[in-house]
């Protein structure tokens, strides 16, 4: 598959994964608000996702570069992702909002790491593997913007596992090479 075919699908699952997590962020400590009124408990509820991605991130990270299979991982991550963010939209007390705050921030770790070796791993040349990331921000940049004009704190969460679902969907044609194991 030509270079430039796979570095526009790895942007456009980038920019989907990046989007679908940024659509949630802008409102979620209104919607902790929601569930208490303890500030410290909104600030664990809001920590709580960044804190399960990055220790997801440490271990999925190191977990895919030992098995070598890339793509597994950002599936897998997509998937659970698209299952995680949509269960914020039943999330109606303290409890429930932390776990699922927690399940998609391991989802998500699942697959960032994975993502960024894989769209190094195949640009040959390493040229065009920053423009892949930059998509990163890209997807921020729309999540937001949707956020705000859903202005709706359920229709984000369906809107947020729909774009994982898109970013699956991006995945599907990329090839799958084969890693040496670390």
């Known amino acids: 598959m030509h270079k430039i075919q796979v570095n526009n699908l790895v942007r456009s699952a980038t920019f989907f994964q990046h989007a679908g997590i940024s659509i949630v962020f802008v409102f979620m400590p209104i919607i902790a608000q929601g569930v208490t009124e303890s500030i410290f408990e909104i600030g664990l509820i809001v920590a709580s996702f960044s804190l399960a991605q990055i220790l997801s991130e440490i271990y999925f990270g190191r977990h895919s570069d030992k098995k070598g299979t890339r793509l597994k991982f950002i599936r897998i991550g997509f998937i659970g992702c698209a299952v995680a963010f949509g269960m914020h939209y039943f999330a109606d007390d303290i409890t429930l909002l932390f776990l699922v705050r927690i399940a998609a921030g391991i989802a998500s770790g699942i697959m960032i790491p994975a993502m960024i070796a894989y769209a190094y791993e195949v640009n040959i040349d390493k040229k065009r593997a920053a423009t892949v990331i930059s998509f990163h921000a890209l997807g921020w940049l729309a999540g ?39």
């Not at 991006?170 to 040496?180: D, H, K, Y």
Request: positive net charge; charged residues 15%; glycine residues 6%.
């Open 144 to 182: 937001i913007a949707a956020a705000g004009i859903a202005n709706d704190l359920k229709l984000i969460f369906l809107i947020s596992a729909a774009s994982f679902v898109i970013g699956l969907l991006f995945t599907i044609r990329l090839p799958n090479p084969t890693q040496e194991k670390n």
